[in-house]
């Protein structure tokens, strides 16, 4: 598995990350996304009159782009949001369309690779990582959750994480948590988990990736609203019995999973998209045709 | 030529003592006991069972939901009926409870209302075949579903295209009482504005909930009708947890921000279900299922008996 680099050298030109979103409506995607970029990426989902409830909307991709600033370091963000995921009262069409666009953006760069005389402001789209937004059931996965990422895994890192999270209390959460990923275990579904090598890796680096592994399926808060506690200003939702902070690693992984994503393991999450998981897909398309070519 | 004055009761000399057939009644039924039947139709994972074992203060039904990995995920929706009888001051009360694991799981949930629908029905049928029996039972056991919750995901948008179609079929043949599940995930703004955009979607779709309104109530029944209505869905949070505030002992959740009393009115609905489940609604649930979704029924089948016959000569 690739290394993790600090690519300093790159602090001028910016890095380019593109992540994907995906989950059922209503556990908090498209407010994960804009309290990620700090920003109305998404706009708010205008409810549509009473008559369009019943109306089956299927999925739609939705590609956003930000450029963010990390500690100086210039960020050009791009987010899928997929809306419609798992909306419909028939869903099986909506791993068609997700894996559809991954391998475009895969065959895009195959062919690109394969041109005589390339472009050098080539834009790659491929998806770096997406996350998954699991229900706060309290109970284990559910079929859907185990079809996408199933299917999804071989063509991209898949980070499972728990919409809406702060329905649950700490000792639910543990209890989830841990069957969640046994079930991920279970049903062999390959997921990004912070590998580390414990006899070559630095013992920081060790440290550090094993601690994110233990916070997957990383627990999720989201809110764009700043709200004034005890005199500061800061994102937060007031319900009648407490305030949740966003940023507050004591309420959620919020602020963990985005420094993971745009700061700490954005290179290796790139790495592995191009030197494995866009690789396999290389070969498979390749020996596939080259296999109809023999016939 | 008077008009005739009021129809004057006739005024008694003495006391006779028939009001006692209150408590004559009262007695009768206590040694009968009462059935009450809920159904619970809602996506695994809401709290369907917490909510249950929280209305009726005991650990009553078990969580069907999925926990280990390998436990494969339900491919129909399975009906499960579990009876307890449960006392309180003398009056029992058998209480039976289906729960329709699978609900909504499926990665295709074309048709999952149908084996819910069909269980409904075939209870109604059952009653009816004792019913037309030649040597009937002297009281026939009541397994028609009373209330049925309908769990809705606490989204915060807007009703699914699988609620509308299976309220739509599930109005039509029980009493439905929609809740909103694990209301703890919304803020109050958040939660008015989700039940508002609930209750114009219900409205747009003719979709009618129990309580239904009735030519016998008076002004206190209208009002007390009409206070439901307004609240339903009933925002609710279940947990048969306690916890310790200000010295009480009390069911609830306690997070790193909060403890939510499930019995505090400010924050979640949960007293006014219970007390509409229990304490005003309970004989008429019963009742209106047997005089308007049973007859509904029954009506139906009896017609297309008739009709039967008839084509037969």
Redesign the interface.
Known sequence: MAHRIRGRKNAKKGFQFTLMVVGA???GRTTFINTLCDADVVPK?E??E??M????ESIKIKPYTVELDEDGIKISLTIVDTPGFG??????YCFQEILGYLERQYDDILSEESRIKRDRRFRDNRVHALLYFI??????????D??LMKRLSPRINIIPVIG?A??M??SELVDFKK?VM??I???NIPIYNFPYDPEEDDEETVEENSELRSLLPFALIGCEEEIEVNGRRIRA?????????VDNS??CDFAKLRFALLSSHLQDLKEITHDYLYENYRTEKLSLSSGEESE | MSLQAESSQPVLQSYVGFDSITSQIEKKLLKRGFQFNVMVVGQSGLGKSTLINTIFASHLIDSKGRTQPDEPTRQTVEIHSFTEEIIERGVKLRLNIVDTPGYGDQVNNENCWEPIVKYIKDQHSSFLRKELTAKRDRFIQDTRIHCCLFFISPTGHSLKPIDIVVLKKLTEVVNVVPVIAKSDSLTIEERIAFKHRIKEEMAFHNIKLYPYASDEDDEQDQKLNESIQDLIPFAVVGSEKTIIVDGKTVRGRQNRWGVINVENENHCEFIHLRNFLTRTHLQDLIETTAMIHYETFRSKQLLALKENGQQQQ
Do not use: F
């Open positions: 409506s209503g556990l989902r409810c549509d009473p008559e409830a019943h109306v089956e909306d419909m009262i028939d869903n099986e229900a706060p059931t309290g109970h284990s996965l559910r079929e859907i185990i079809e809406k702060d329905t209390t700490p069957r046994e079930d275990e279970h049903h939702r007031q319900y009648p019995w407490g305030v949740v902070e004591e309420h």
